[in-house]
Nanobody, 119 residues
Framework: QVQLVESGGDLVQSGGSLRLSCTAS????????MGWYRQAPGKQREMVAT???????NYADSVKGRFTISRDNAKNTLYLQMNSLKPEDTAAYYC?????????????WGQGTQVTVSS
């Protein structure tokens, strides 16, 4: 059974920090590219940060220098360390796992965890 479970979302003050976790099961975790996406009310879901199976990272311009994505393959877990949080970071954050096999892309999504930043 394939499953991604996010945790760590909370209500925090502007300037504070939060660490999100995503634990995967039912997939060969080390072979998947992983990512964090977020969606605020009235907006489309956007990429926040991604990390390849080889460890290469990519960040949205809005979070560069503040957020850090990492993975622990031994624990089948993806992390997002969020520092210097701003009210505009408020959104539901989703974990994603992706693998391309024989030209076909497999995608797995978690249920999301809410992050709310107060001013």
């Amino acid at each position: 059974q394939v499953q991604l479970v996010e945790s760590g979302g909370d209500l925090v003050q502007s300037g504070g920090s939060l660490r999100l976790s995503c634990t995967a099961s039912g997939i060969i975790f080390r072979n998947y590219a992983m990512g964090w996406y977020r969606q605020a009310p009235g907006k489309q879901r956007e990429m926040v940060a991604t990390i390849t199976s080889g460890g290469s990272t990519n960040y949205a311009d809005s979070v560069k220098g503040r957020f850090t994505i990492s993975r622990d393959n031994a624990k089948n877990t993806l992390y997002l360390q969020m520092n210097s949080l701003k009210p505009e970071d408020t959104a539901a954050y989703y974990c994603n796992a992706k693998q391309t096999l024989w030209g076909k892309i497999d995608n797995v999504w978690g249920q999301g965890t809410q992050v709310t930043v107060s001013s």
